[in-house]
């Protein structure tokens, strides 16, 4: 397995900007896919964003030309640029790894935003 630690939540306005990060204890050259997921209280986790390791992405659609996911696969670090937040966007987002068939992932990172 792989562990996965996010860092980069926190309280923003409506309009703003975040950008979370997720470190992997291994390097993630090897893992074909990462992601972010995002649970709001009282819903299931849902899927936000992924990203393949020859870089193809998939967003959900109420995220689409507002957050981009990329990697870094020197760092080993997945991030999501999270730009014009909304209220609905408050949630604890979740880092996601599928390495050699094993889902892994991160103890979440919670995001609010205010209107």
């Known amino acids: 397995q792989v562990q996965l630690v996010e860092s980069g939540g926190g309280l923003v306005q409506a309009g703003g900007s975040l950008r979370l990060s997720c470190a992997a204890s291994?390097?993630?050259?090897?893992?074909?896919?990462l992601g972010w997921y995002r649970q709001a209280p009282g819903r299931q986790r849902e899927l936000v964003a992924r990203?393949?390791?020859?870089?193809?992405?998939n967003y959900a659609e109420f995220v689409k030309g507002r957050f981009t996911i990329s990697r870094d696969n020197a760092k080993n670090t997945v991030y999501l640029q999270m730009n014009s937040l909304k209220p609905e966007d408050t949630a604890v987002y979740y880092c996601?790894?599928?390495?050699?068939?094993?889902?892994?992932w991160g103890q979440g990172t919670q995001v609010t935003v205010s209107s």
């Open positions: 291994r390097t993630i050259f090897s893992i074909n896919k």
């Open positions: 996601w790894a599928n390495y050699l068939g094993l889902a892994s």
């Open positions: 990203i393949s390791s020859g870089d193809s992405t």
